[in-house]
């Protein structure tokens, strides 16, 4: 089993920063693609942005020059840099992570739990 652990959430005012973070642990051999997702009230959950292994990230057009994504492959976390926030970016933020197991070697997709984004002023 693999566990994916989310912290960084809050409330934030209209051009304030946060960063969220997202730890993977557990029967892990290696990730491929971490991403993060975004669920607002009543819609469908969305791709925020994305990172490969190696580094190469893909961004929601609603985001790109605003958030930036990034991984730490040693600690198997993910991260992401939210800056010039709008209240529109108020969501249940969800992590993921594409996970070859170590028992298995089967590649199987995790979520976390979600951590609350608020923009408001």
């Known amino acids: 089993q693999v566990r994916l652990v989310e912290s960084g959430g809050g409330l934030v005012q209209p051009g304030g920063s946060l960063r969220l973070s997202c730890a993977a642990s557990?029967?892990?051999?290696?990730?491929?693609?971490m991403g993060w997702y975004l669920q607002a009230p009543g819609k469908q959950r969305e791709l925020v942005a994305s990172i490969s292994s190696r580094g190469s990230g893909n961004y929601a057009d609603s985001v790109k020059g605003r958030f930036t994504i990034s991984r730490d492959n040693a600690k198997n976390t993910v991260y992401l840099q939210m800056s010039s926030l709008k209240p529109e970016d108020t969501a249940v933020y969800y992590c993921?992570?594409?996970?070859?197991?170590?028992?298995?070697?089967?590649?199987?997709?995790?979520w976390g739990q979600g951590t609350q984004v608020t923009v408001s002023s």
């Open positions: 993921n992570a594409v996970v070859i197991e170590t028992m298995t070697l089967y590649e199987t997709a995790y």
């Open positions: 557990g029967r892990i051999a290696s990730i491929s693609v």
